[in-house]
C-alpha cells in the first residue's frame, strides 16, 4: 500500500508564477521529508529536504511546508522557470527505509 | 567523482532470461539502495545494504531476484527468470552514511522483457 501519495500526476504553470506540488503521506513515524527531481533519462536528484521537527525549509527559489497533523507536505518554486520543468518525487523516510511517491510531472510554460 | 554508475542504460530481453543489473557506488558511501520505478508504484525499494551487508530486502517481489554486493565498490541485481511485468526502470543509489538522508542516484536500467 502506498504510504507516500502524490495525487496530482501533473500541473502546468506560466513562468514566473508559483507551483505548487503537493504530497500526503500516512505513517506518522516519518521523521524526515524529502523531494527529488528527475530528468528524463536520468536518476532522481536531491532538491530539498525537511525534518519533522520542523515546519519550513527554504533554499533559494524552494520550499517546503510539513503539516504533520494533517500528514500533508508541499513544494513551492518561485518564481517558476522553464528549467524547473522536470518530475518531482516526494520521499519520507523512517530510519534507513525511504518511501517515495508516484511523482508529479510539472512543465513551465515560457 | 563520477557518482553512481549503472550498466547497461537499457536492457531488452526475453521472458524466461536471466537479467543481471550492476551498479557502483559512489566511493566512500557505506549504504547502497535498489530502487525500481513504474508508473503505478513509483519508486519502490527493493532492498539495501549496509557496509557490503544486505540490511533489508523486504521490498524484493519475489524469490526470482536476488542482489549481491561482494565489495564495498560493485553490486548487482538479478531476475532469473525475468518476466513481462519486471519491465520497469531500476536505479540504485548510494549515501554516505546513516546521519546523512540524501540519497545520490544512479541513471537507471530501462528493462524491457517481451
Known amino acids: 500500500d502506498q504510504q507516500v501519495k502524490q495525487n496530482s500526476p501533473s500541473l502546468s504553470v506560466q513562468e514566473g508564477r508559483i507551483s505548487i506540488l503537493n504530497c500526503d503521506y500516512t505513517?506518522?513515524?516519518?521523521?524526515?521529508f524529502l523531494w527529488y527531481k528527475k530528468y528524463p533519462a536520468e536518476g532522481p536528484t536531491f532538491l530539498i529536504s525537511i525534518s519533522s521537527i520542523k515546519d519550513k525549509n527554504e533554499d533559494g527559489r524552494f520550499t517546503v511546508f510539513l503539516n504533520k497533523s494533517a500528514k500533508h507536505l508541499s513544494l513551492h518554486i518561485v518564481p517558476s522557470q522553464p528549467g524547473d520543468s522536470a518530475v518531482y518525487f516526494c520521499?519520507?523516510?523512517?530510519?534507513?527505509?525511504?518511501?517515495f511517491g508516484t511523482g508529479t510531472s510539472l512543465t513551465v510554460i515560457p | 567523482d563520477a557518482g553512481v554508475i549503472q550498466s547497461p542504460r537499457h536492457e531488452v530481453t526475453e521472458m524466461g532470461q536471466e537479467v543481471t543489473l550492476r551498479c557502483k557506488p559512489i566511493?566512500?558511501?557505506?549504504?547502497l539502495f535498489w530502487y525500481r520505478q513504474t508508473m503505478m508504484r513509483g519508486l519502490e525499494l527493493l532492498i539495501y545494504?549496509?557496509?557490503?551487508?544486505?540490511?533489508?530486502d523486504s521490498g524484493m517481489p519475489e524469490d526470482r531476484f536476488s542482489a549481491k554486493m561482494p565489495n564495498a565498490s560493485f553490486s548487482t541485481l538479478k531476475i532469473q527468470p525475468s518476466e513481462p511485468r519486471d519491465s520497469a526502470v531500476y536505479f540504485c543509489a548510494s549515501r554516505p552514511g546513516v546521519s546523512y538522508n540524501e540519497q545520490f542516484f544512479g541513471p537507471g536500467t530501462r528493462l524491457t522483457v517481451l
Open positions: 505513517n506518522s513515524m516519518f521523521d524526515y
Open positions: 566511493s566512500g558511501h557505506d549504504y
Open positions: 520521499a519520507a523516510s523512517s530510519g534507513n527505509q525511504f518511501y
Open positions: 545494504f549496509n557496509n557490503n551487508v544486505p540490511i533489508d
